[in-house]
Nanobody
Framework: QVRLVESGGASVQAGGSLRLSCGASGIYVSRYCMYWFRQAPGKEREGVAGILISSSTTYVDSVKGRFTISRDNTKNTVTLQMNSLKPEDTAMYYC?????????????????WGQGTQVAVSS
């Protein structure tokens, strides 16, 4: 039984901050490449941030310098710290785990996915 549960989504004004958490059960996050994806209405799902088994991180250009992905192996959680939020960050944010480490090309049919948490940024 693998389960990923996101939390922390909220409505916030532009320039504000949020911290999203992804709690995992059934897997160890230290043994998977972990990712945050997001999907805004009418747009394709896009990879936002990833952390590899080596702990190297990767980000989509639009969030570099503002978002930080991290992993807490003792809590078996992955966090996305989101600072300087912009209205264009508004989306449903999903946590994903992938043993194949396919990066932002990970398909929804592959890996493990949470049900999402909503982030709304107003101007």
């Amino acid at each position: 039984q693998v389960r990923l549960v996101e939390s922390g989504g909220a409505s916030v004004q532009a320039g504000g901050s949020l911290r999203l958490s992804c709690g995992a059960s059934g897997i160890y996050v230290s043994r998977y490449c972990m990712y945050w994806f997001r999907q805004a209405p009418g747009k394709e799902r896009e990879g936002v941030a990833g952390i590899l088994i080596s702990s190297s991180t990767t980000y989509v250009d639009s969030v570099k310098g503002r978002f930080t992905i991290s992993r807490d192996n003792t809590k078996n959680t992955v966090t996305l710290q989101m600072n300087s939020l912009k209205p264009e960050d508004t989306a449903m944010y999903y946590c994903a785990a992938d043993s194949g480490c396919r990066g932002f090309r990970l398909r929804v049919e592959s890996g493990y996915w949470g049900q999402g948490t909503q982030v709304a940024v107003s101007s």
